[in-house]
């Protein structure tokens, strides 16, 4: 039989429980809130690739080329869809085949870049990249103003099989490589890329893509830091100087570049997200 300071003691612990799990949920509670201040952009894909968040032009458009000298609204190619209720959450926009036309956001919608540029871009994927993708490289999403290799940030499919996932942060051109040193003589250890090695994407299940960057443009005191993650899991880190010359009305964050497959909720934050934040977007707790 418990004694009246046994059921004090154990009232005692009641109530520490009760405030700890209190003080936790306040926690996340602001957590999330802080989260969803700092997303600038949300294609969600549900009923159409437009984005419900953004700052400034948040429509898609179709670009005829890499060139992007023609922007033409909405989703203009045939093989390129919203798929009804495909998605992790409600629709998801897919990529039936490859096309030379490319499907753009403008870069207005990016994190500003004055002084240092931090931000987090992520979004879901689901494809088996050795049976679905064609011959050559494939960039699911790359975001520049120029070129793949001149001021951009991008993750890739390589060419080779099997297929290596990669993350490339390139500074600008005359910044990373001076001297104009041909790609295929870079050593590979030295290249301004994270690598991933069978990185078991699938046409069943959906893997949820994150790469985050801070310090883009700062003293070559304070480095530049950026990373990958695969279902909020840290594949790799850069780490060094970066430097990015942007005028955010010629960027475009293409998407579905030589990809074939579904893609869903892509998002950009104005900071890198930690690991909780990450587990909070891939829960789908982000409402804004």
């Known amino acids: 039989m418990e004694t009246p300071r046994m059921v004090r003691v154990n009232w005692y612990a009641y109530l520490c429980t009760v405030t700890l799990l209190s003080c936790l949920g306040f926690a996340q509670d602001a957590q999330q809130v802080a989260l969803e201040k700092a997303l600038v952009f949300h294609a969600s894909f549900d009923g159409s690739a437009d984005a419900k968040v953004k700052q400034g032009d948040g429509r898609v458009y179709t670009t005829e080329s890499l060139a992007r000298k023609q922007w033409t609204p909405g989703l203009d190619r045939q093989d390129v869809s919203i798929a009804k209720g495909s998605g992790v959450f409600g629709d998801c926009i897919r990529f039936a085949d490859k096309s030379p036309k490319v499907i753009c956001y403008k870069g207005e919608v990016l994190p500003k870049t004055q002084g240092a540029i931090d931000g987090t871009v992520c979004f879901w994927m689901r494809l088996d990249p050795d049976k679905d993708l064609k011959p050559g490289f494939c960039d699911p999403i790359q975001i520049t103003e120029k070129a793949w290799n001149d001021a951009a940030m991008f993750v890739d499919f390589d060419k080779d099989l099997p297929r290596d996932f990669r993350l490339g942060v390139f500074s600008d051109l005359k910044y990373w490589n001076p001297q104009n040193t041909p790609w295929e003589k870079w050593p590979v250890e030295k290249r301004p890329m994270v690598t991933v090695k069978k990185p078991a994407f699938s046409r069943e299940a959906w893997k949820h893509v994150a790469f985050t960057f801070e310090g ?6 304070e480095p530049a830091k950026a990373a990958l ?5 840290l594949q790799g880190v850069l780490e060094g100087p970066m430097k990015f010359t942007w005028d955010s009305s010629k960027t475009a ?3 579905g570049i030589e990809y074939i497959g579904d893609m869903d909720e892509l998002l950009i934050f104005d900071q890198p997200l930690n690991l909780q934040q990450l587990e909070m977007v891939i829960q789908g707790r982000v409402k804004r």
């Open 216 to 221: 883009i443009n700062a003293s070559e005191d």
């Open 253 to 255: 964050i293409m998407i």
């Open 229 to 233: 993650f695969l279902d909020g899991k």
